[in-house]
Structure formats: structure tokens, C-alpha cells
């Protein structure tokens, strides 16, 4: 049982500079959340106590937990919390901002979004093939060849049911991109300066 | 009648069957789908990682833009996670004029603008609501003969909004499917969780969420699986020879969009209906005289 | 009076096919009851009209056989000068029992028997009722409403009350009107969408009393004597001035649980940065909230505590809410934690709640334990986190907060155990004596009642009534509690809460004028008359009246006040002369119903059983579990009382003496959650009961015949099986050996 002294430069912190982060003030600690999350048994703490220690200024523990990451976005909690907060989004805007902080709570979906992220920045759109193959070659292409050899047989039944763009490896032929990708750019390089914590 | 149609990138791929079923219901019942010109992404569900809300909200605003530019009609979005992204955006739209303000602000950058009153609406949503129970029965000239089916809507079908449908207890499938001729079975996980966008890098977590759907499926009676969004029937279908590995059970279950079953019942046959594209086969279940 | 009798027997709802109606007309052979009609449906236009064209012809004392008493009241009511007795045939008779009986000789017979005795009984009891003249003062009936308390409850019931047309005279024992209200620096969120800090709207309240030309206001004055009865209080108030007053309100707030009662557990009183709600509203008021950076408001501080106010007082968390905007309005930088055991902001209290978070208030919940506080300012607080399951520490605390809660400023009375009465003289009068010990030795009202100068309490020192039927009522008919006084209340509720009571205390002037009953026997103009010849002066009346309507003169023989009285028939029951009765209620009339049965041979192995029900909830209870199907034995006939404490014992005398195998008694629940209409009737009628095993004894009768249930309206499904269960009993003791004599 550790005693530590409540702290309030961290709730701040998340308050001004996590999306959607003030939503958590509004939490009464009902722990609807938390017991209707489909990956409750996979959590150490589950969004209510998040929300606890968050107020009490445990920024490591909030930080370094990988539940920030685990949300499926099914948006039950969203639904039922009689207070309206929209967990969801406060669970994402935890993850990116850990992610921003140098912290990768999941590293496997870390990963895969990342690239997914980047598919739509470059293109507009996500390459449902480019996107897993990048991920593959994340530990480089030798690991990359098992781990695509391992879903093969996923990837050879999308094809062979027309399900899947034909690729010899990433930008093999290279994405399309959209007509507006100029502009599109312009306007999420724009949206992200204007986003909280990210203000110049 | 006419809709904006919004495919996502999902159904330009591993969702290819959802669209070809979709536009093929769309013509049996005369409604007339207007491709979005040049859309984008929606972020879908892991756009948090990469990208910030205000980023998420700029890829949808952009989409009700161009959408805007061709004219009024609702947009149709039959993915659900691109439909939540999007009715999400429009709503806020209307409720947050700060927000409408910013994404001008926002969307001025590739000279576009959106002023508002765009409706989002489910495939779902437009099936039961403006096309209705009477029509689709009338329409169908191959019922389905009590085929049993477990109606899965998953989460993002009607979560969070409810617009269209019971959160908890949602039916609108449930009807569709009773009208087609198919017997619904019980099946009490029918608005549970897949694993959604993190069941590819989480499967040791979601294979357990993926296997209690099909075990309620299977102990239902379930013949097929019927859903309404891309998520969920790959998920559920693709992997589950991987699932059946991780958690040592053997199940077999065709999953097929509720579109695909109403092409077939309106007359379409197997391949105009997409059923051939299902890595799972539903063949012996939909064709048993095949 | 002259009666002129006919009965009425329904064939409908399936009595005539299932009942004799020679049989019935029969039964009434001995009876002064000769005409006898039958109808296909009395309740019909044609059968009402039947009945009243005989009333028309002179008939004034109606029996009617056909539903409960409790049903087709409008139609079977036939003005002041008729009589009308209802017999229930189809609730009690018909729908309860069955076609065949066991070991009937011919099918039907117990029934029947049944129907016919129910007749008979009805029928001995109109023939003792008589129709009497409403009750009224000599002296003219005074109008006016006296308030007592000049706080948010006494302003608003004042206001309300001279609203509605009756002058009112308002003491308040400080120099200004306002109490509590005028301590408050602001209200909380009053009103949609609930985010706002708000006035408290005193001064407007102020000056609508002074604008008001039907509102007398008395400040610095307290009241010194208080006489009379409803419709004719005399007030004498310590100014001197003295006044009429018919109804009154008693709206006198409250006061804080003291916090220096929490210096063992809480550090009140190691500094003067460690305070009370009261003290910290204060400075609020003061302006006196500059430089807090941080602050701690403890919640539940000396309430929902066993050692300190086991109760909650509803109010301090949304206080501690409000005092935490304060200081969030002061300084939003503030760092303001709540610990809490639970928030409780029921309704739209619930916006205020969010607001305060919104604002960044912290809460913390804490378990059962109280926070450990630390340093002599800043202060530190050690406490257990429920929510993070750990023990935690606030710092830097410039102050702490005790959220206490309310004291009714109202004396505590405790009353004498019941078991006192009938007991040796000395004895009770010992009892009385130390109940009286642990009184508080104030009074509010300083009434001249024979039971004492004060509003008998709960045990709390809340005014006592029938907390959900009745809520403004005090067990003093006329005067209502209003506002914090009553139980503990916001600034809201009291401003209702005094409405409320002061249209109630108009009413009860109302029915003084009238003479008839306030709640719950409503618009009964009948009351207990006294056969003063033959009081012995035993002080029973006076005594167990829950409501103390009866003084006593110098050689204590009793003073009725039939406007202070409810009509529960306590003192009738009471009574060991059996001298006190209403025209419709009698001990004799009663006595004559149960005589009235017909109690077969012993070797007819027919036992009868009566229940005695309190027609407040246990008879509603029994005819609504007729009405859902229960079945029980033929052998069972209810009797309905006004209430169980109306019970007289001699009654069950008469019973076992003509031969009544068993008696069931049928009361509220009694206790601390009573739900006795009267409030202690059913307790009394238990403590008489307790007495009478003695004399069973001394009868060579067992105990077993005899039994009191209690019986809520809402248990209807339990009716058929203590019934059941009786009739057991009955079988094992066998008959009563005085069958037949």
C-alpha cells in the first residue's frame, strides 16, 4: 500500500492537453465502464480507476499502462455511463498522447496504426493490402517473410475470393492516392496544429 | 431515390462483397446510389494512433464536403465504423458550432466548405425505415425458407447514436431477415464486441470475444451468421480457422451481410450476390440443392 | 331516532346463483328488519332507484347485502338522515370461500351459514346506530394560523397561508425574520441549467411579509403558552401579547450537529482553519474566503454515524457542492477535494453535482473511516481512496471543511413505554417520571395538554406522524410541522414543505368549523361522547390518546376536545367502564355483532373463528385478496374496528363466552416503522392482548385462541395463509369448552 500525496499537475496536464481528457471531471466512479468493456479481464485497471488515478496525479501508472491501448471501440461504455462521458475517445486520446510522449503501450497495434495513420496521410485512404504488409516488415524483411508466410493462407483466400489487390511486397505497385491528396494534407497538418497540446 | 454513396476502404477490399450485394439490393429496389466523388479514409477505428480527434474530424468533414459540392442527398455509409465516424462528425457539426467553425477553418486549407444538414444513414437504417418491411416482402421472389440465421449487429451498427435502432436491443435486422423468409434464431450476443480493429494485432485477447459469438451462434442453431458490417464478417470469418486453432474448436460458420441474403432473395443469384467471395462457404447452406 | 328498517340483498356478481335467498331473509327472522327486497343489481340505476324510493316512503335505516363498503360508495350513499349498513356479502362471503366445503352434509351450507351470520351481524349493528349532529365549539371558530420560526419554511408557510385568505401572526425569536436563510452568503443552483450560484431571495421574501396586511409579525418573541383546541387555540407569547389562532405551523428549523463533538476523530477545534459547514457559510458571507489554494470539505462529518447522528441529513453533501463553487469562484486555480461516503444529490441536485466536477472539484471516496488530518495549517490529509483501493495523502491544504448535518430545533420527548399502562399506579408513574427525565425540559409551543407541553417525538426529536400518509401531521391535531424541523431539508423543500403545512393548517380550521374529522377519517362528523356518570376517573382515556385530544380537570375526570380528536376509537377500546362511543361505533355494537353469530354444536365439528381488522389497511388487504381468488375457511368472520386500538377487551370475553373457537386480530405494523394510521393503536391493542393470557388462564382457555397479526396493505398474499394456519391451530386445541352454555 503505497501512500502518495494527491497531485494535481498531472490531471491538468491530461485536462489541457489529452483529446477529450476534461471528460473525465465528470466521472462519478460508477464503474459501468469497466464492467462492460469486452477486454475487462485483459485490463489491470479498466477506464474507471484510469480516471481515479489520473485525479490522484499517478502519471506513471496512467502513462505505462497498457489499457489505454486495448480499447475495441465499441462504444458499450460510451452508451451506458449515465454521465455521458465518452470514455472511448478519452481512452484514445490517452494512447496517442503516451504514444506523442514516447511511451508505446501496445506495440503491436502501435505499430499497425502508425502505418495505418500513414496510408491515409500519403494516399487519403487505407490500402487494405499495403497496410499489413508494412506491418509484417516492421522487425525487418526477414522476420517480415515468416510472419507474412504465416498468414499466407488468409491473404491467398482474399485474393482467390477478390477480396485483396494484388501486391508483390509494400509499394509493389505503389498506393492510389486520391485526387484532393494535396489538400487533404494541408487540412490535417492544419487540424493537428490546432489540436490541444499541440498549439504553437 | 437517391443516395450518396459512401463505399470506405474497407468495401473497396476484404469488404468487396458487402458492396457488390449492397448495389445489388440498391437495384432490385430502385434506389439510386451517387458514388461521393473522390472521398477519403474516415480514420476508422485506429485513426487515435497516428492522428489526433481534431485530425479524425477533419478526414470526415472533408468527405460531407464533397458530398455537399454534388448535392443533398443522405449519405449512405454501409460500413459501420465509417458510418459512426461520419454521422459522429455531422452530428457535432450541428451541435458544436465552435467545432462547425474550426472545421471550415480546417477545410478552407484545400479550398472546400461545409455548411451543415448532411444526414448519415446506415445501410440498415434506409432498408427498414425508407424502404420498409411491406416492400422488401413484396420484393422477395426466393424466400429464404426458414434458414436459420443468428442476426449479429456488432457494435458500431448502432452504437453509440441509436439512431435508426435499439443500443441494447436492436431489431431492425432481425425484421429484415424475418421478411426475407430466414428464421432468427436466439442469440444473446448479438450486440457483444469482435475485437474490432485491434482483433488483427490483439488476437490473443479478441480470439475469445470472436469464439463466444460463434459458440452462441452455433448453440442457437445458427445456420449462417448475418451482419452489416465489414468489421465484424472479417473478423468473424477470416480468422476464425485461427480462432478454431487458439481455442481449439472446430466451428464452421458461414458469415454473410445481410445484403447478400436479400440479393438472393430478391432474385439475384449466388454470384450477382456476392456469396461466392465468402472464405467460408454458406454454399451447402443457401444452395443445398447445388 | 325512529327507524324505519328495510334490507337490500344483491343477486348480482354471482350471489344469487350461489346463495339461498329464503335462507338469508330468514336469518333476519329475529331481527327488527321485515322488508326485505332483492335486486338482479342493486348497484344498478334501477336497483339505487328501488332503495330510493323506499327511503322516499320513509325507510331511514338501509341494510344492504351485496359488496364491501369499500366499493359503490357513491351509489349507496343516501344522504345525512339515512342510515346505511353494508353487509359484504360478495368480498367476504362469496369470493373467499368455496362452492363445497370439506365434510359439508349438504353442498354450500358453510357458506351459507357464513352469508347468514355476516346478515345477522350487520344487521344487530344498525340497529344500534343512531345518526347524531356534527360536533361544535361554543365559541366562534377562529380562522387565523399562527407560525412559529421566521425561516425559509415560517416565511413561505406565512406567505402561503395569508394567500389563501387567513390572517396569519408569525413569531420569530430573533430580532429579524430569516433564520438559517439569513446566514447563507448565496443558494446553490436553483434552477436549469443549474450552474449558477444564486441569491437567497430573503429580502424579497422580507418585504412580501411586510407588504402582506394578513401577516402579524412577532420577532424577539417566543411563545409562552399555548391552549385550546383546533378552531380555538389562545396564544400567550412572552412579549405579553396574546392572541387567537386556529391552526398552527410549526416551522423551527434546525440546528447544526455541534462540530466540537467531532474533536477526537476530526482535530475541530485545533485550529481555526478546521471548520464547520455552519462556520465556513459564514465567511463566505464575511467575504472572508481570500487566498485558499486549497481546501478539503469532509463529508458525513458526524453523520450516518453510529457515534455521533445515525441518520443523513440530506443536505450537507449538496452544501459542501455550493461551498466548493465558492471557492472555485474565488480561485479556479484552488485545488478542492470532496471526500465522500457517498455523494447524495437526488434530482436535479445531481446538475449541481456535475457542475462542481465541471468546475474541477476532486472527489474521493473514503470508506467507513474517518480521514486522518494533519499540521497546524497548511494541513495534510491522510485517507483510504475506495476507488483506488489505497491509502492516500492531500497535501498543502489551507482549509478543512466538516460537512456536519442538522439537529431538529424542536425538544426530544420520550415517551413512557406502553407496558406503563394499567400498571401499578406507582410503578407507571415511575416510568413516567424518568421518560420525562430524559426530555428535553424546553418547549416551542409550551401547550396546555394533559399529555405534556411539547410535540411528541420520534426518536430523533422530529415531530412524530404518519410519515408517508401524512406528512405535515404531529400527533397534535391542528399544529404541523413544516420545513427542517420536520426532517432535515434544502432551502427547496422547505419553501414546498411550508406550502404544504399551511394549507393543511387551514384545512384543520376548516373542519373544526364543519365538526368533522381532519386525516385520516376525513369529513367523520361523528366523535366520542362521554357517559360521565360512570367514569371512575381512571385516566385511561387521557392517557393512551395518541393524539392527547383529552385534558383532565383537578379530580381527572376527562375533558374531551373533539376538535383536537381523530376518531380512531383509542379511547373506546381503552376504556374499562366502556362508557365513551360514536353513533355508528359503540363497544355495544360491536359486542352484538359477535353475539350475533350463530355457533354451532360442538358434534357439528363447525369451529368459528372472528377477526377483528383494522379497516385501514388489514380489511382493504382481505377484500382485495378475496378479489384476487385466495380461498379460505367458511368458518371465518371479520369484524372491521376504526382501528386495533379501538379493541376493548371485552369483547374477546363475549367471544369466548358464546362459544368462538378463536380470535385473530388484525393490526398495522407496529415499532419504530409503524404504519398505524393512529400511530400507536396497534401497539396498544398488543400491549392489552399481552394481558389477557392471564386471564385465559384463570378460564381453563389456552392462549393459542387468541392472536394478533399485523397485516400491511401490501400483503395481501399473506392473509390466506395465517388464516390457514389458524384453523390449524383451532383444530389442535380443539373447541371451546364453553360452547353451548
Redesign the interface.
Known amino acids: 500500500m503505497a501512500t502518495k500525496a494527491y497531485d494535481k499537475s498531472f490531471r491538468e496536464e491530461v485536462y489541457d492537453k489529452v483529446d477529450a481528457g476534461e471528460e473525465i471531471k465528470l466521472c462519478m466512479q460508477c464503474g459501468v465502464c469497466g464492467i462492460t468493456c469486452p477486454l475487462r479481464d485483459e485490463m489491470t485497471y479498466g477506464p474507471r480507476q484510469i480516471w481515479s488515478l489520473i485525479r490522484a496525479g499517478k502519471r506513471d501508472e496512467v502513462m505505462n499502462c497498457s489499457d489505454i491501448m486495448l480499447c475495441t471501440s465499441c462504444y458499450t461504455c460510451k452508451v451506458r455511463c449515465p454521465r455521458g462521458v465518452k470514455v472511448i475517445d478519452v481512452m484514445h486520446g490517452l494512447a496517442h498522447y503516451a504514444l506523442q510522449e514516447g511511451i508505446v503501450p501496445r506495440e503491436n497495434t502501435s505499430k499497425f496504426g502508425k502505418f495505418f495513420w500513414n496510408s491515409i496521410y500519403k494516399t487519403g485512404r487505407i490500402d487494405e493490402t499495403e497496410v499489413p504488409m508494412r506491418y509484417s516488415m516492421r522487425r525487418g524483411p526477414i522476420h517480415g517473410i515468416f510472419e507474412t508466410l504465416e498468414m499466407m493462407d488468409i491473404g491467398r483466400a482474399l485474393l482467390s475470393h477478390k477480396r485483396m489487390h494484388f501486391k508483390l511486397g509494400p509499394g509493389i505497385p505503389p498506393s492510389k492516392k486520391i485526387k484532393g491528396i494535396k489538400g487533404l494534407k494541408k487540412m490535417l497538418d492544419k487540424a493537428e496544429a490546432m489540436s490541444p497540446g499541440k498549439e504553437a | 431515390m437517391d443516395y450518396f454513396l459512401y463505399p470506405g ?2 468495401l ?6 458487402y458492396l457488390a450485394s449492397v448495389e445489388a439490393v440498391a437495384d432490385a429496389l430502385g434506389l439510386n446510389l451517387i458514388e461521393i466523388e ?4 474516415c ?13 479524425t ?3 470526415n468533414a ?1 468527405n460531407l464536403a ?1 458530398a455537399q459540392k454534388q448535392g443533398g442527398h443522405d449519405i449512405i455509409a454501409p460500413c459501420s465504423s465509417c458510418y ?1 465516424q461520419m454521422i459522429q462528425m455531422a452530428h457535432e457539426f450541428e451541435e458544436e458550432p465552435e467545432l462547425a467553425a ?1 472545421m471550415n ?3 478552407a ?4 466548405s461545409y455548411s451543415g444538414g448532411l444526414k448519415v444513414r446506415h445501410v440498415l437504417d434506409v432498408l427498414f425505415n425508407d424502404v420498409g418491411l411491406d416492400e422488401i416482402k413484396e420484393k422477395v421472389v426466393n424466400p429464404l425458407n426458414g434458414l436459420k440465421v443468428a442476426s449479429y449487429y456488432g ?2 451498427t448502432t ?2 447514436y ?1 439512431e435508426y435502432d435499439s ?2 436491443s436492436p431489431h431492425t435486422m432481425d425484421d429484415i431477415l424475418e421478411a426475407l423468409g430466414a428464421e432468427v434464431v436466439p442469440f444473446d450476443k448479438g450486440t ?2 469482435c ?8 488476437m490473443e ?2 480470439a475469445p ?1 470472436v469464439g463466444a459469438i460463434l459458440g452462441a451462434a452455433t448453440d442457437g442453431g445458427a445456420e449462417v451468421i448475418s451482419t452489416a458490417c465489414p468489421m465484424c464478417q472479417m473478423n468473424l470469418e ?2 476464425q ?2 480462432v478454431n486453432k487458439m481455442l481449439h474448436t472446430e466451428y464452421d460458420m458461414p458469415i454473410v451481410f445481410v445484403t447478400q441474403l436479400m440479393a438472393l432473395a430478391f432474385g439475384k443469384d449466388f454470384k450477382q450476390s456476392a456469396l ?4 467460408v462457404s454458406p454454399k451447402s447452406v443457401l444452395q443445398p440443392s447445388a | 331516532m325512529d327507524k324505519n328498517y328495510a334490507c337490500y340483498l344483491c343477486k348480482g356478481c354471482g350471489l344469487g346463483e350461489a346463495l339461498d335467498f329464503e335462507a338469508l331473509e330468514e336469518a333476519l327472522e329475529d331481527s327488527d328488519i321485515s322488508e326485505v327486497k332483492d335486486h338482479e343489481a342493486l348497484c344498478s340505476p334501477e336497483g339505487v332507484a328501488l332503495i330510493q324510493a323506499d327511503i322516499d316512503g320513509g325507510v331511514n335505516a338501509v341494510l344492504i347485502g351485496a359488496c364491501s363498503a369499500r366499493v359503490k360508495t357513491d351509489e349507496f350513499t343516501f344522504g345525512k338522515e339515512v342510515l346505511v349498513e353494508r353487509v359484504p356479502l360478495r368480498e367476504q362471503g362469496l369470493w373467499c370461500s368455496e362452492a363445497e366445503y370439506e365434510d359439508e352434509e349438504e353442498a354450500g351450507e358453510d357458506r351459507q351459514m357464513l352469508a347468514d351470520d355476516y346478515l345477522r351481524m350487520h344487521a344487530a349493528k344498525l340497529g344500534k346506530a343512531e345518526i347524531g349532529e356534527p360536533f361544535q365549539l361554543e365559541e366562534d371558530v377562529e380562522k387565523g394560523v399562527m407560525v412559529v420560526g421566521g425561516g425559509v419554511a415560517g416565511i413561505n408557510a406565512a406567505l402561503a397561508a395569508a394567500k389563501a385568505g387567513a390572517p396569519v401572526c408569525l413569531v420569530e425569536k430573533e430580532d429579524a425574520l430569516g433564520g438559517y436563510l439569513g446566514k447563507m452568503a448565496k443558494l446553490g443552483p436553483q434552477s436549469p441549467p443549474y450552474q449558477e450560484l444564486q441569491d437567497t431571495g430573503l429580502e424579497e421574501l422580507v418585504a412580501e411579509v411586510e407588504a402582506a396586511d394578513n401577516i402579524k409579525v412577532f420577532t424577539g418573541a417566543t411563545v409562552e403558552k399555548t391552549e385550546g383546541a383546533p378552531g380555538n387555540f389562545s396564544v400567550t407569547l412572552s412579549n405579553g401579547e396574546s392572541f387567537r389562532a386556529g391552526a398552527i405551523v410549526q416551522a423551527t428549523g434546525w440546528n447544526p450537529y455541534e462540530a466540537e463533538k467531532l474533536a477526537d476523530e476530526l482535530a475541530y477545534g485545533t485550529s481555526d482553519k478546521i471548520v464547520s459547514n455552519v462556520q465556513f457559510e459564514e465567511k463566505a458571507k464575511a467575504g472572508d474566503l481570500g487566498g485558499i489554494n486549497g481546501v478539503a470539505f469532509i463529508q458525513c462529518a458526524g453523520s450516518r454515524d453510529e457515534n455521533h447522528l445515525p441518520y443523513c441529513s440530506a443536505v450537507c453533501c449538496l452544501v459542501s457542492l455550493k461551498q466548493a463553487m465558492y471557492v472555485k469562484e474565488a480561485n479556479p486555480e484552488a485545488a478542492v477535494y470532496v471526500i465522500y461516503k457517498d455523494i447524495r444529490t437526488p434530482g436535479q441536485s445531481e446538475e449541481v453535482y456535475r457542475q462542481a466536477q465541471e468546475l474541477g472539484v476532486v472527489f474521493i471516496r473514503r470508506g467507513e473511516d474517518y480521514p486522518a488530518i494533519s499540521g497546524s495549517g497548511p494541513f495534510a490529509i491522510e485517507t483510504q481512496d475506495v476507488t483506488l483501493n489505497d491509502t492516500v495523502e492531500i497535501e498543502d491544504l489551507d482549509m478543512v471543511v466538516l460537512a456536519t448535518g442538522m439537529v431538529p430545533n424542536n425538544p426530544s420527548v420520550v415517551e413512557p413505554p406502553l407496558v406503563a399502562l394499567g400498571m401499578d399506579q406507582d410503578e407507571a408513574a415511575k416510568l413516567a417520571e424518568e421518560a420525562k427525565a430524559a426530555s428535553d425540559d424546553w418547549s416551542v409551543l409550551n401547550l396546555e395538554y394533559r399529555q405534556g407541553p411539547n410535540l411528541p417525538t420520534l426518536k430523533y426529536g422530529y415531530p412524530d406522524s404518519h410519515f408517508i400518509c401524512f406528512p405535515y401531521e404531529t400527533r397534535r391535531t391542528g399544529i404541523y410541522a413544516a420545513g427542517a424541523v420536520r426532517r432535515p431539508m434544502r432551502v427547496t423543500q422547505a419553501t414546498e414543505d411550508a406550502t404544504g403545512a399551511a394549507l393543511k393548517a387551514m384545512q384543520s380550521t376548516r373542519a373544526a368549523e364543519a365538526g368533522v374529522a381532519v386525516h385520516p377519517r376525513s369529513g367523520d362528523d361523528t366523535f366520542p361522547d362521554f357517559f360521565m356518570q360512570r367514569c371512575t376517573q381512571c385516566k385511561r382515556c387521557t392517557e393512551e390518546c395518541p393524539f392527547g385530544a383529552i385534558n383532565e380537570d383537578a379530580e381527572a375526570n376527562p375533558l374531551p376536545n373533539p376538535t383536537r380528536c381523530r376518531r380512531c376509537g383509542v379511547c373506546m377500546g381503552a376504556c374499562p367502564e366502556r362508557i365513551i362511543s360514536f353513533t355508528d361505533y359503540s363497544v355495544d355494537m360491536i359486542g352484538s355483532m359477535i353475539k350475533s353469530i350463530e355457533v354451532p354444536d360442538e358434534d357439528e365439528e363447525k369451529p368459528r373463528v372472528i377477526v377483528l381488522a383494522c379497516e385501514n389497511d388489514a380489511l382493504p388487504a382481505i377484500d382485495l385478496a378475496a378479489k384476487n381468488g385466495a380461498k379460505w375457511s367458511p368458518y371465518v368472520r371479520f369484524i372491521p374496528l376504526r382501528c386495533l386500538g379501538s379493541l376493548n377487551l371485552v369483547w374477546i370475553a363475549d367471544a369466548l363466552a358464546s362459544g368462538i373457537d378463536g380470535i385473530l386480530l388484525f393490526g398495522c405494523k407496529r415499532g419504530d416503522d409503524y404504519q398505524c394510521h393512529f400511530i400507536k393503536g396497534s401497539e396498544l391493542a398488543n400491549v392489552r392482548m399481552s394481558k389477557i393470557s392471564e386471564t385465559l388462564d384463570r378460564l381453563v382457555l389456552e392462549s393459542d385462541r387468541v392472536r394478533v397479526e399485523e397485516i400491511g396493505f401490501g400483503e395481501v398474499d399473506k392473509i390466506p395463509g395465517i388464516l390457514d394456519e389458524f384453523m390449524e391451530t383451532m383444530e389442535e386445541v380443539g373447541p371451546n369448552p364453553y360452547k353451548g352454555f
Request: glycine residues 12%.
Open positions: 476502404c474497407s473497396e477490399a476484404g469488404g468487396s462483397h473522390d472521398w477519403n479514409c480514420g476508422a477505428s485506429l485513426h487515435y494512433i497516428g492522428g489526433t480527434e481534431l485530425q474530424k477533419a478526414l472533408r464533397m459512426i474550426e477553418e480546417i477545410l486549407e484545400a479550398d472546400l457494435c458500431q452504437r453509440p441509436g443500443v441494447e457483444k464486441c475485437g474490432s480493429g485491434i482483433f488483427f494485432t490483439e485477447n479478441c470475444l477470416i480468422y480457422s485461427r461466392d467471395r465468402n472464405i
